[in-house]
């Protein structure tokens, strides 16, 4: 699949824009702060109906305006969809697929997937777990709705639960209503990590051989916060006293973990900087393989700033990937380089919330 317009109203530092993308590689280049990034989350916005960088809606209001408004044009295997959504000053927002209004953001999922690949996506081995959770959050709820909503209802209950934690007196038996519901959700989203984690290891693992020449074996393994053979329901219960101690939730999915190994050996303890970000790298272009066995269509891959900050092999071996997939590229400068290796391309200039074309070469071609 690929995008194959966008139109922005007030939307960041953008007032109205309407571009037609490459239906291969796009490259948007411009100094500091003009908006290179902020295209790349508006086309995101119209994917999952989230921003990477924010849970505000409002944030992506231009300054001193009422509302925003971003619309694609998304061209799949069979067929053509719109999306638009509108985010108002007061965070509402409206989602409307070809048109028609949908009530959950979760109608919007299965729409335009995407991957975005970020400097700090090459830290995922070294950061913090929240961040590992992220990563599977984000990529689970684009393959499955289902995850989507387990995950929501699972994340509502953890608040209730530890909003209840800082109350003076603990009604042990109100107490039991959140942890029966919190341990329904909480399998539900360990089973689906689980099945996840086990595909992408084995996708990543074979990846990772080959950009290695077969040097490294790579690993991931899912480490729950509670293991397959011990019941949700029943460690939350044992954790009754340390819970109240700790007025918050201390056992759950909120706490899982992702592990790496090369070759038998703690990535995030004792790997260099270079193996961890070819793990990393491993792990992204797995996550696209994914997508396109679970849908059917291939993602679109968002690179933030993130070409320059691999080197020559990594950077071959990225663009050899991708040939399939509709790029989308930003970096302050792009080299000749990196620029000669794309046939397909347009190459954009961006400039204090304008765009213009500084190179284009397209195949027009019938079938995609
Ligand atoms: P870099 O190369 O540094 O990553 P960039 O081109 O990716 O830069 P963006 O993050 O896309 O930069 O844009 C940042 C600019 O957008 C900032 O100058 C910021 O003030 C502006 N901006 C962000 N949100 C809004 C908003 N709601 N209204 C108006 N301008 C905004
Ligand atoms: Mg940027």
């Not at 989350?41 to 924010?54: D, N």
């Not at 965070?91 to 999922?109: A, F, H, M, Q």
């Not at 109100?174 to 084995?202: C, H, M, P, T, V």
């Not at 302050?332 to 204090?352: C, G, M, N, P, Y």
Request: glycine share 4%; aromatic share 10%.
């Amino acid at each position: 699949m690929y995008v194959k317009k966008i139109k922005l109203k007030n939307f960041r530092n953008y007032d109205d824009l309407e571009l037609d993308f490459n239906e291969k590689v796009n490259i948007f280049v411009g100094d500091n702060a003009q908006g290179k990034t902020n295209l790349l989350e508006a086309i995101y916005f119209t994917s999952i109906g989230r921003s990477f960088r924010t849970n505000k809606y409002n944030e992506l209001v231009k300054f001193d305006r009422d509302f925003s408004r971003v619309y694609t044009e998304i061209v799949k295997k069979d067929f053509e969809n719109t999306v638009e959504i509108l985010s108002g000053r007061d965070s509402k927002k409206y989602i409307k697929l070809d048109g028609v209004k949908i009530r959950k953001t979760s109608e919007l999922l299965e729409n335009l997937h995407i991957v975005i690949f970020s400097p700090e996506d090459l830290k995922i081995v070294k950061d913090e777990p929240e961040r590992r959770r992220k990563f599977i959050d984000r990529e689970l709820c684009q393959i499955s709705p289902s995850y989507y909503d387990n995950l929501g209802n699972y994340k509502k209950i953890l608040l209730q639960r530890n909003n209840y934690l800082k109350e003076n007196y603990i009604d042990p038996e109100i107490l039991d209503i959140w942890d029966l519901q919190l341990s329904k959700y909480g399998k539900a989203i360990i089973a689906q990590r689980r099945e996840f984690i086990e595909k992408i290891n084995l996708i990543s693992k074979e990846i990772h051989g080959k950009i290695t020449d077969g040097k490294e074996a790579l690993n991931i393994i899912y480490e729950p916060n509670v293991g397959e053979n011990r019941d949700l329901y029943e460690e939350i219960k044992k954790s009754y006293s340390s819970d109240i101690r700790q007025r918050t939730t201390t056992k759950g999915p909120h706490k899982d973990d992702l592990e790496f190994f090369i070759n038998g050996i703690n990535v995030r303890s004792f790997g260099s900087q270079g193996q961890q970000r070819t793990a990393a790298l491993s792990l992204k272009l797995a996550e696209i393989s994914i997508i396109e066995e679970e849908t059917g269509e291939l993602p679109i891959l968002l690179l933030d700033d993130v070409m320059s900050e691999l080197d020559s092999t990594r950077q071959e071996f990225l663009i050899k990937s991708l040939e399939r997939v509709q790029l989308f590229i930003t970096n302050a400068e792009i080299s000749d380089k990196i620029s000669e290796k794309f046939s397909e391309k347009t190459v954009f200039l961006v400039k204090k919330g304008k765009i213009s074309i500084l190179d284009s070469k397209e195949n027009h071609k019938i079938n995609h």
